[in-house]
DNA sequence: GGCTTATGCAACCTTCGGGTTGCACATTAC
DNA sequence: GTAATGTGCAACCCGAAGGTTGCATAAGCC
């Protein structure tokens, strides 16, 4: 049987606020298909077509920027964003420690219960 | 090869908004460890221990109710809360479609590039 | 009945989030 | 050089989010 979380773990996942943050608006999910659709792209052309302006797509980068979401490198006067695929990563392990948090909640349940 | 996500998918995509914004607080994160740990419990012993008003709480709950990520039932006089964890499934999902999209999305680039 | 406990509702405060406009500053194009 | 393009920075607006206090109400305990 699997070992319950230990506290590490839930220290950990207390961090994980701002990233589920950062995918918890509308606007920031199209942005990040967008990214994945086009592999990078800079704020011009991500704003493109939003129907904002790009200060507010800038700053929803920066927000997607500060959980480690996205990042940006300096071509000539271009910056161009892109997805991080490892903090995806992070987001999908973390959704996992959780339901298995469930799931031996409801196996410690059973044990006890035993209906 | 696995077809890219149509039209359909992305849509309902934008739909898991409030559920990421539900996990994206610090608070939330904890009542839902409590939740899991606890298997359900009422708004008085889910708010003890937190240093907030039992409102607070109270409003972290409503917040998660509105995502589905938590129900409520009746019980005498309290109100017992418990995760739903079709919901839980369904960020698990939302994640991996996502990172579904940048696999593909690689997976064309390579085939553009070829390096 | 009367006290305690568990909750709900409403008003209020303060900070933050999403958005805008305006301007300054590089970098590229001609 | 000059014009156009791509960004960055700062101030401002407004509504929502997280929190509080105060009061009302319903259900259990004695």
Redesign the pocket.
């Known amino acids: 049987m699997r070992k319950r979380p230990n506290r590490r773990t839930a220290f950990e996942l207390l961090d994980s606020a701002p990233l589920f943050a950062a995918l918890g608006?509308q606007?920031?999910l199209r942005l990040v298909s967008r990214l994945c659709e086009q592999g990078a792209a800079?704020?011009?052309?991500l704003t493109a077509g939003t129907?904002?302006?790009?200060?507010?797509i800038?700053?929803?980068l920066r927000?997607m920027h500060n959980s480690g979401l996205v990042d940006?490198t300096?071509r000539?006067?271009?910056?161009?964003w892109r997805l991080n695929q490892r903090r995806l990563q992070d987001a999908r392990r973390y959704v996992e420690i959780i339901s298995q948090q469930w799931d031996d909640a409801l196996a410690r349940l059973r044990t006890f219960v035993e209906d």
């Open positions: 608006d606007m920031r800079s704020i011009s052309r129907g904002v302006t790009r200060q507010a800038s700053k929803h927000v940006s300096r000539g006067r271009e910056r161009i």
